[in-house]
């Protein structure tokens, strides 16, 4: 590859990130923290492009140059994932060979008083319906946001993945669901549902790590939420 | 090169630089011109190439996405574009670095900073990686400079192996992914520092020069100190992200097949744990920054299993060992690689036996 090639290629490579940085896009590979340095990165691809455009267009004395690396091909690689096809967030199919990574947390502030439903996330749920015998959660009515996810029996998961830097690292925290279920699920639905706690407790096929019920009383289909992951259970 | 331009798609400086340029390559390159024959013989050269490439895959654009709608392609490619977008920034970062540090400081400065001797360089440098607020991606590019810049290998090297498991973000995050255990980022960072010195040590007392293979002739002799600095950029991103990319390859695809269920198996063995962290972590070739989290959630291992996980991780994984290849040949790679496997583990089995 040549050097006009990889300046083209620079380009495209930092316009990619900057696209991906400016929309919700990285949203779904990376950590939200990690927004300013994709964007800087994207910045200095394109310099690093303009800047050897314009020392190619000045250079009079010619310097020696060694093999430039045809490993460089490799790199339209994420460019075109990005592009053309620009996979979505992990799923259920990562969340169902995945054990669920719930830890213990340190300790379990204190929940908002209220009449109204209680909005929780996964991870907080089942940290406090496992580790804390689900003490705040009881007599209140819950609502809980997640993705549908099936083991190989056909049982019904709430998910959502846990995120500390990249998808690569996304585990899953997961909740059995009973009571009132929606007759057809499909994985990877993202559904909001309304429900209870309850003290029934399974363990995941996968890990053995403990998996909380929820009793549902009714769900409903809800859009993919800005941010798919789950940043703040590890924090 | 400068503009190879062959057959119709002339411009600027063709007729200016194509005579040197081609004499230059005929003494150092013959592979290279026989191909560049055969590539002028077709009327192709690669910008054309890439805008041909790029072309077809938008053409076929709706095919490939069917080909790739399978769960377990689409989440292959999740985690590829995810280990892509999140080290890029921190290549970029180091490519920077290293070209300041290849065009901005003189060799003497090196010089002066470090002891003569090698045995005395090489935990001041591992001490030195420290200030290297990054991870793994961006240590490579500064050791290869580091070379470059006159710097004894095994000070650079233990450099390399010490900068991305010792910073203070990366001692940070291990604290807060184990708030039960505070000693395991002392052991964290004893194992790493102990490991990346012998390593230097081993490299000085064993190591020949002609192992390594650094891309030689990057002089930047005549040139004014900005191209220098932006060739060097760009040279670093094209070569060192092309690796980046065998090896994010290389993870995505372990992370889609390597099953849970046998990491289950292994947890309740003690030596087996420890080589099944180690070798995991070789695996999954997570930044080094995040590695602390996926260790503490892997609770069925012991403390000393995740320990092995967390130093060798930041030194050798699938990704890294891609980029060591790029930047100082295979036949270093080849030999440093395994040498640091071996000598991490037993350094973390150790290290978490005393202290944890």
Not at chain 1, 11 to 21: E, I, Q, S, V
Not at chain 1, 27 to 36: A, E, N, Q
Not at chain 2, 3 to 29: I, M, N, Q, W, Y
């Amino acid at each position: 590859m040549n050097r006009l090639a990889q300046t083209a290629l620079l380009f495209l490579l930092g316009a990619t990130l900057l696209h991906a940085g400016t929309t919700d896009l990285y949203l779904r590979y990376v950590k939200s923290g990690l927004r300013p340095l994709v964007l800087l990165a994207g910045a200095v691809l394109i310099a690093t492009a303009a800047a050897t455009l314009w020392y190619e267009r000045r250079r009079t004395t010619a310097a020696a140059h060694h093999h430039e690396p045809r490993i460089s091909w490799l790199l339209t690689l994420p460019v075109f994932a990005l592009i053309l096809v620009a996979p979505p967030a992990l799923g259920s199919y990562s969340a169902a060979h995945t054990g669920t990574a719930l830890t213990k947390p340190l300790g379990f502030p204190d929940l908002p008083e209220g009449g109204g439903p209680l909005r929780l996330g996964v991870a907080d749920y089942a940290s406090r319906a496992v580790y804390d015998d689900g003490r705040s959660l009881r007599g209140r009515e819950l609502k809980i946001t997640g993705f549908v996810t099936l083991d190989r029996a056909g049982a019904p998961y709430l998910v959502r993945m846990g995120l500390n830097c990249c998808a690569a690292d996304a585990q899953p925290v997961k909740i059995a669901l009973t009571g009132d279920i929606p007759p057809v699920l499909r994985p990877d639905t993202w559904l909001e549902i309304t429900g209870r706690y309850t003290p029934r407790r399974t363990k995941d096929p996968v890990n053995n790590g403990p998996i909380p019920y929820v009793e549902v009383t009714s769900a409903r289909p809800v859009p993919t939420p800005h941010d798919p992951y789950d940043e703040t259970w590890n924090t | 090169m400068p503009l190879r331009t062959t057959g119709g798609t002339g411009s600027v400086s063709t007729t200016k630089t194509a005579p040197r340029e081609s004499g230059e390559r005929a003494d150092t390159e013959p592979d290279r011109d026989a191909e560049d024959g055969r590539e002028e013989g077709r009327h192709l050269n690669s910008p054309l190439l890439l805008t041909l490439l790029l072309l077809t895959a938008v053409m076929f654009q709706d095919p490939i996405r069917g080909a790739l709608s399978a769960p377990v392609m689409q989440s292959w490619m999740t985690v590829f574009v995810a280990v892509m977008v999140q080290a890029l920034p921190f290549l970029v970062l180091g490519v920077l670095l290293s070209a300041a540090i290849a065009v901005f400081v003189p060799p003497s400065f090196f010089a002066r900073a470090l002891p003569r001797r090698p045995a005395l360089a090489v935990p001041v440098a591992g001490a030195a990686g420290a200030v290297l607020p990054g991870c793994e991606c961006a240590s490579v590019p500064v050791a290869g400079a580091l070379v470059r810049r006159g710097v004894t290998p095994a000070a650079a090297l233990a450099f390399l192996l010490s900068a991305p498991a010792i910073n203070p973000i990366v001692l940070t995050a291990t604290a807060v992914a184990f708030p039960g255990n505070p000693e395991m980022v002392l052991a964290r960072f004893v194992a790493s520092l102990l490991v990346a010195c012998a390593m230097g040590w081993l490299w000085h007392r064993l190591g020949r020069t002609d192992w390594l293979r650094l891309p030689a002739g990057t002089s930047y002799e005549g040139q004014s100190k900005g191209a220098a600095f932006w060739d060097s950029v760009r040279h670093d991103v094209t070569h060192a992200g092309g690796f980046l990319v065998v090896g994010a390859m290389a993870a995505a695809t372990l992370k889609a097949v390597v099953p849970a269920d046998w990491l289950r198996l292994a947890a309740d063995h003690p030596v087996l744990s420890v080589l099944a962290l180690a070798v995991l972590a070789v695996l999954l070739s997570i930044c080094s920054e995040a590695d602390a989290f996926v260790a503490a959630s892997l609770t069925q291992f012991s403390l000393t299993a995740r320990l092995t996980f967390l130093v060798v991780g930041p030194m050798i994984d699938l990704k890294l060992f891609a980029m060591q290849a790029g930047t100082f040949g295979r036949a270093f790679a080849l030999r440093f690689a395994p040498a640091t496997f071996a000598l991490a583990v037993v350094v973390s089995a150790l290290t978490g036996t005393v202290l944890l």
